[in-house]
T-cell receptor, first 109, second 118 residues
Framework: RKEVEQDPGPFNVPEGATVAFNCTYS??????FFWYRQDCRKEPKLLMS???SGNEDGRFTAQLNRASQYISLLIRDSKLSDSATYLC??????????FGSGTQLTVLP | GAGVSQSPSNKVTEKGKDVELRCDPI?????LYWYRQSLGQGLEFLIY????????KSGLPSDRFSAERTGGSVSTLTIQRTQQEDSAVYLC????????????????FGQGTRLTVV
């Protein structure tokens, strides 16, 4: 079993839609959680960290459920520019940073 | 430079040759990671350095792969006797020193080395 698993993609949504991605992790010792965004043929870049209390950044909301060991990302009012691959990542006490395989999002006009 | 620098950006090599990929992390970043990404796939973890030591080498696909880091800075990933299945983008990332009680330290990625084995 992979240490981090994500929703299989791709997600194709119309502009303005709300879309949610889930990610589960198997290492209960994981301590840090992230969502990264990767554009085609580019390197991943941090979208947002995920905190226990949940956090919001504009149209993006991240949630963490430690009991069920999953992380979610909600994107409201999708824009064409949100089209990308979204990677969730976790880091444990040993600080190894592990990513899921990514979920591809295409926002359609 | 201010970011993670990787070289070369592209490498085409013949099957059976050895290749060396280089990563220059952000100055002061003690943690350094190597990943492999095949076309349309996610990030496959290869190896992680904390300073010069590699606590986790479990992701290296075979004994043809090795990595080192000297002076707590530059890292080199070496692939010996390359095979066609080694073709991928090799990404390096670094992050600042971990501090007790401080979580969610961001990792910054380089632009990668695109390796093609022909």
């Amino acid at each position: 079993r992979k240490e981090v698993e994500q929703d299989p993609g791709p997600f194709n949504v119309p502009e303005g839609a709300t879309v949610a991605f889930n990610c589960t992790y198997s290492n209960s010792a994981s301590q840090s959680f992230f969502w990264y965004r990767q554009d085609c043929r580019k390197e991943p870049k941090l979208l947002m960290s995920v905190y226990s209390s949940g956090n919001e950044d504009g149209r993006f909301t991240a949630q963490l459920n430690r009991a069920s060991q999953y992380i979610s990302l909600l994107i409201r009012d999708s824009k064409l520019s949100d089209s990308a691959t979204y990677l969730c990542g976790t880091s444990g006490s040993a600080r190894q940073l592990t990513f899921g395989s990514g979920t591809q999002l295409t926002v359609l006009p | 430079g201010a970011g993670v620098s990787q070289s070369p950006s592209n490498k085409v090599t013949e099957k059976g040759k050895d290749v060396e990929l280089r990563c220059d992390p952000i100055s002061g970043h003690t943690a350094l990671y190597w990943y492999r990404q095949s076309l349309g796939q996610g990030l496959e973890f290869l190896i992680y350095f904390q300073g010069n030591s590699a606590p986790d080498k479990s992701g290296l696909p075979s004994d043809r792969f090795s990595a080192e880091r000297t002076g707590g800075s530059v890292s080199t990933l070496t692939i010996q006797r390359t095979q066609q299945e080694d073709s991928a983008v090799y990404l390096c990332a670094s992050s600042s020193p971990f501090q007790t009680g401080v979580m969610n330290t961001e990792a910054f990625f380089g632009q990668g080395t695109r390796l093609t084995v022909v």
